[in-house]
């Protein structure tokens, strides 16, 4: 795979999980995650089982997720590191919540699929 390849590739993938994330649906969101994939954010570490179950419940919501820079993204074999600039709008327990964050996502190919298997959200101040 070349390194343009990847790049496509991989922007791609980071727009089609930003649009399964939209869609609230847990089977779609978790084809873009490894088995191990956690979150880390102001708030901690967050795992697959428990973000997936937010979302299986109704108690976290997506409406949007966009990315508004471009991906700063390096490969180096089978992982990847993915940063950008995010926007979303969400809900959890009714509640809205719109972010601007600079998103970082480790990912891994496997069997020729990229999942990612680390985020790390914190939130931009200009």
Same mark, same amino acid.
């Given at each position: 795979m070349t390194a343009d390849? *990847? =790049?496509t590739e991989l922007t791609a993938t980071a727009r089609d999980w930003a649009r399964a994330i939209v869609s609230n649906d847990p089977a779609r969101i978790a084809h873009f995650m490894a088995e191990d994939w956690v979150i880390v954010s102001d708030s901690g570490i967050g795992t697959r089982a428990d973000f @997936? *179950? =937010?979302i299986a419940a109704g108690r @976290? /919501? =997506?409406s949007a997720m966009d990315m508004v820079s471009e991906p700063r993204i390096r490969v180096y074999g089978d992982? *990847?590191?993915i940063t950008v600039r995010a926007t979303n709008t969400a809900h959890f327990e009714d509640e809205r919540f719109d972010a601007d964050e600079w998103t970082t996502d480790v990912f891994h190919r496997r069997d020729g699929e990229w999942r990612c298997v680390l985020s =790390?959200? /914190?939130t931009a101040t200009r």
């Open positions: 390849s *990847a =790049h @997936l *179950a =937010h @976290l /919501t =997506h992982a *990847a590191v =790390h959200i /914190t």
